[in-house]
C-alpha cells in the first residue's frame, strides 16, 4: 500500500510540473501581452518597456518560468531593478490592480469556496447515493420511478435557474433565509455555526440539486449492475440478510464509479465554483477569477488556473488511494 501512494504521489509532483509549464506558456507565449495589461488603460510604448523590465519579461522565457517556480520554494524579489519589493512564500506574483501578493488575494478567497464546497459535497453525495441505492433496491415500483423522473428534472435544470430560483422564493418571497453575506466565512466565527449553516444552505441546495441527480442516477445503474452479480448471487445462497448482502457486499463493489465522480467534483468545486459565487455574490476562488479575468489581472489569473489544476490532480490522487482501500486488486497496477 505504501509502494502505491508513493508512486502515485511521485506522479502527482511530475504531472503538476508539466501543467505549471503549460499553464506558464499560456499566459506569457499567448496573443494578450502582459507588460499591456500590467501598465494600464493608457499606456505610451515607453511605459510599456519599463513594465516589461518590472515584470522580468525582458529575460529568456526559461528564465521567467524558473523564477516564476522558484517562489514556490522562498521568497523572491518582483519588481524592475533597483525597486524589487519582497514577495513572500509562496509567491505567485503580485496583482497588477491592487499590488498585492496573488497568494494573499487567494488566500482570502479560499475560506468562501471551502464553506461553499464542503456543505455542498455533504448534501449531494448522501442524497445522490442515499436515493440511488434506494432507487435500485426499489426497481420497477411507483418509488423507483418517483426519484428517476425527479433526477431527471434537477439535472436538466443550470445552477443559474436553481440559483435565482431559490433566491426568489425563500429570500425575497417567503423572507425565510437571509442573503448571503460575505462577512461570515467559516463556522468558527462570530456567527457561530447555526449562522455560518443559514448562510450557505442556498449555495449548497443550488450545487446539490444538480450534483445529486447525476449521483442518483450513476449510483442506481452500478447498484443494478452489481445485484445481478455471481458474487451477490452466492452471498444470497448463504443465508445471508439482505441488508448484510446489500450494505457489506453491494455497496462495497458497486460504489467505486461514484468514487471516481466524487473526487473529480471535489477538485473542480475547490477550483471554482464559478456560477454558484457570481449568482450568491460569494466572493471566492470562481468569483475573484471572473474579476481578475475581466481586468486584465493575468498573475491572479494563471494562479488559480493553476490550483484548480492542483486540486484536481490531488482529487485523482485520492481517488486512486480510496480504490485501493476499496478494492486491493487496484494496487498491483
Not at 499553464?23 to 510604448?45: K, N, R
Not at 425575497?172 to 455560518?196: R, Y
Not at 489569473?301 to 485520492?318: D, G, H, R, Y
Request: charged share 15%.
Amino acid at each position: 500500500m505504501t509502494r502505491f501512494v508513493l508512486r502515485r504521489f511521485v506522479a502527482m509532483i511530475a504531472l503538476l510540473l508539466v501543467i505549471s509549464f503549460v499553464t506558464f506558456s499560456l499566459f506569457q507565449l499567448g496573443p494578450a501581452d502582459p507588460a499591456a495589461a500590467a501598465c494600464g488603460q493608457e499606456c505610451t510604448p515607453e511605459r510599456i518597456a519599463e513594465a516589461r523590465v518590472a515584470l522580468g519579461m525582458d529575460k529568456p522565457f526559461f528564465s521567467q518560468y524558473f523564477a516564476y517556480m522558484s517562489g514556490l520554494l522562498g521568497d523572491r524579489a518582483v519588481g524592475a531593478p533597483g525597486t524589487e519589493t519582497l514577495c513572500s512564500w509562496p509567491c505567485l506574483g503580485k496583482s497588477f490592480q491592487t499590488n498585492e501578493d496573488v497568494t494573499t488575494i487567494i488566500g482570502r478567497a479560499l475560506p468562501y469556496t471551502v464553506s461553499v464546497a464542503s456543505g455542498a459535497i455533504v448534501l449531494w453525495t448522501i442524497a445522490g447515493v442515499g436515493l440511488g441505492l434506494l432507487a435500485a433496491l426499489r426497481k420497477g415500483r411507483l418509488t423507483d420511478k418517483l426519484i428517476v423522473g425527479a433526477a431527471s428534472v434537477g439535472v436538466s435544470l443550470p445552477i443559474p435557474v436553481t440559483g435565482l430560483l431559490l433566491l426568489l422564493v425563500f429570500v425575497s418571497t417567503l423572507e425565510l433565509l437571509p442573503f448571503t453575506t460575505n462577512e461570515i466565512v467559516s463556522p468558527f466565527g462570530a456567527a457561530g455555526p447555526g449562522g455560518w449553516f443559514l448562510n450557505y444552505l442556498l449555495p449548497w441546495v443550488a450545487l446539490a440539486v444538480l450534483f445529486s441527480a447525476q449521483y442518483i442516477r450513476i449510483t442506481r445503474s452500478n447498484m443494478l449492475e452489481t445485484f445481478g452479480e455471481d458474487f451477490m448471487r452466492t452471498a444470497r445462497s448463504k443465508g445471508m440478510t439482505r441488508r448484510r448482502v446489500v450494505f457489506k457486499h453491494g455497496v462495497r463493489a458497486g460504489i467505486t464509479p461514484v468514487v471516481t465522480m466524487l473526487g473529480m467534483d471535489i477538485g473542480v468545486l475547490l477550483g471554482g465554483a464559478v456560477l454558484t459565487e457570481q449568482i450568491f455574490s460569494v466572493p471566492g476562488i470562481g468569483f475573484t477569477a471572473v474579476h481578475a479575468a475581466q481586468s486584465g489581472d493575468l498573475p491572479v489569473t494563471m494562479a488559480i488556473t493553476m490550483m484548480a489544476a492542483f486540486f484536481i490532480i490531488v482529487a485523482n490522487v485520492l481517488v486512486d488511494v480510496a480504490y485501493a482501500v476499496i478494492d486491493p486488486r487496484v494496487r498491483v497496477a
